[in-house]
């Protein structure tokens, strides 16, 4: 998967978890479940959303890498 690629995977699942949210304002390396204010289930909505979409399975040992938009595009890139 190209960073693009995940770039996009990433913003489409933040914009189903937080419709209401300008997405493409958010600054890559800002922590978006603060900037969200994203809870908990939100942020699980979040992971199960993008997990789906891009076929890999993201458990919750990898969810410190999906902090930023930054280090989850790293992170999606690396392994999918």
Do not use: C, H, W
Not at 2 to 24: C, K, Y
Not at 59 to 67: G, L, S
Request: proline residues 5%; charged residues 30%; hydrophobic residues 45%.
């Amino acid at each position: 998967m190209t960073p693009q690629q995940a770039r996009e995977l990433i913003t489409d699942a933040l914009s189903q978890v937080a419709p209401d949210a300008d997405i493409g304002a958010l600054a890559p390396d800002a922590d978006f479940r603060d900037v969200l204010e994203l809870d908990s289930l939100d942020f699980l909505n979040f992971v199960e959303t993008l997990s789906d979409a891009s076929g890999y399975r993201i458990d919750e040992d990898d969810y410190p890498e999906f902090a930023t938009v930054a280090s989850g595009v790293e992170f999606l890139a690396k392994r999918v």
